[in-house]
């Protein structure tokens, strides 16, 4: 440890920290040492270092920051405008009609809004699935965040749209001072075909590139194409090269038993992204099968979707959802526990993004990405058991500071690089023009 003045000192908290099992434990009145942007040490004994910043966390609990694991995070802008439909409906009457009237400007801040819910929420990374990523890249930037990029494309845009993804997860590749990494995204296998995978495929191993991609989605998606192609979208993952690479695959929720064995000999580090509140509001029969998929070494990520589908970018709910729901469709109690919710918000959602070397975890020589919770309200006390209260008494509000590269980017439920009013405001002169649906356009056709 340097002898100089580190960058951030926090006293008296209690610190989530996992074992050399990953089992997750507690270490109280603990003092965490930033320096760099990295954590460099957590420990019981006091600081013998001095630092510019403090934050005396007596009574907060500190937690390795939230990672949205699959979102589209622009579209904050559509949030209850396609409501108590069913997917195809909400697809093709709305939401891709909408999305045809997208611009730059309308990107720029519906991210802007994302990231402050995000950040307010806890939340210091996320997985981002969409168009006009430039843009979603520049917001990044701004406000300190950090994010998963990639830039979305069908088929139907021709050999362009996977180009276009090529060359921004290039040219993005490490920016933000290393806060962004990237991704190709092709959207799913329904809209994108085994041509335009294949390739992508091959794409991602020549440059080293991980692949972020819907696929079954639902139960309907997957029955659907062993109808019309005799082989699931997870088979169909496989025979295009894309189980062969580094593949975040977002919901699998129909994910069935004869896919397992693919996802389980994957040549690649394959994740899978659960965001389970919008599974519920599309009335979907099924569940991403975290237990199938714990069971065969795939890692689980939490995720919100985008908040025109789930209404909100909270993961802490994403997080208490995933346990009660999984207890509800094995019909077991015992599973998922707490410390297993916070296992899969924690390193099993930082390895879902490529980052388990980085984040995830408090520990030294990680990026100093965390966030402070108070736990002295009255809907969280007494604490009996503290993992418990953290997953289903606490919620995203209860958290006062949100760091991300020791950059404090809230204090005290302060936001502290994005204007939120302005985005509002600028937000609401923009909305006719891109609610309006009489040209009768849509982006793309959903016909699963």
Not at 127 to 143: K, L, N, Q, R
Not at 240 to 248: A, F, H, Q, W
Not at 295 to 320: C, F, K, Q, Y
Request: proline residues 5%; glycine residues 8%; charged residues 20%.
């Amino acid at each position: 440890m340097s002898d100089s003045p580190a960058d951030l000192i926090i006293t008296g908290c209690t610190v989530l920290v996992h074992d050399d099992q990953e089992r997750i434990g507690f270490e109280e009145n603990a003092t965490i040492v930033v320096r760099d942007g990295a954590i460099e040490s957590v420990s019981t004994a006091p600081a013998t270092v001095e630092a510019p910043q403090h934050i005396d966390a007596r009574g907060q609990v500190a937690l390795p920051g939230l990672v949205n694991c699959h979102t589209h995070a622009p579209m904050v802008a559509l949030r209850g405008l396609a409501e108590d439909l069913p997917t195809e409906e909400w697809f093709n009457d709305v939401v891709w009609p909408v999305e045809s009237n997208l611009t730059a400007t309308d990107v720029a801040l519906g991210a802007r809004l994302a990231c402050a819910e995000m950040i307010r929420g806890g939340v210091t990374c996320f997985a981002d699935h969409y168009f006009s990523m430039d843009t979603v890249a520049a917001v990044v930037e701004e406000c300190g965040i950090r994010a998963h990029l990639g830039e979305a494309y069908f088929s139907s845009q021709g050999p362009q749209g996977r180009e276009k993804s090529l060359e921004f997860a290039l040219r993005h590749r490490d920016g933000a001072g290393g806060r962004i990494t990237t991704a190709l995204a092709p959207h799913a296998p329904y809209t994108v075909d085994d041509a335009d995978l294949t390739a992508t495929a091959d794409l991602a191993r020549e440059h080293g590139l991980p692949v972020h991609l819907h696929a079954s989605e639902n139960r309907d998606q997957a029955e659907t194409s062993l109808a019309r192609h005799g082989v699931t979208p997870i088979e169909v993952l496989r025979r295009t090269g894309i189980l062969d690479t580094d593949v975040l695959i977002a919901h699998g929720s129909g994910i069935l038993d004869r896919d397992l064995p693919l996802l389980a000999s994957a040549a690649g580090l394959t994740a899978v992204a659960t965001a389970p509140r919008g599974y519920l509001k599309f009335a979907w029969p099924t569940t991403t099968p975290v237990r199938a998929l714990r069971d065969i070494g795939v890692p689980v990520g939490l995720a919100t979707d985008g908040a025109a589908s789930n209404n909100s970018l909270d993961v802490w709910e994403s997080m208490a959802l995933t346990a009660l729901i999984q207890k509800s469709t094995t019909g077991d109690p015992r599973w998922l526990t707490s410390r297993q919710a916070l296992h899969h918000a924690t390193l099993q959602s930082a390895r879902a993004v490529g980052l388990g070397d980085r984040i995830g975890s408090i520990a030294p020589g990680r990026r100093a990405d965390l966030v402070l919770v108070d736990l002295t309200g009255p809907h969280t006390q007494p604490v009996h058991d503290l993992a418990a209260t953290l997953v289903h008494s606490a919620r995203s509000s209860d958290v006062r500071t949100t760091i991300v590269e020791g950059r404090i980017l809230m204090r005290d439920r302060e936001l502290l690089t994005i204007d939120v009013p302005a985005v509002v405001a600028e937000l609401g002169e923009r909305l006719p023009a891109l609610v309006d649906r009489g040209h009768g356009k849509r982006i793309q056709e959903y016909d699963t």
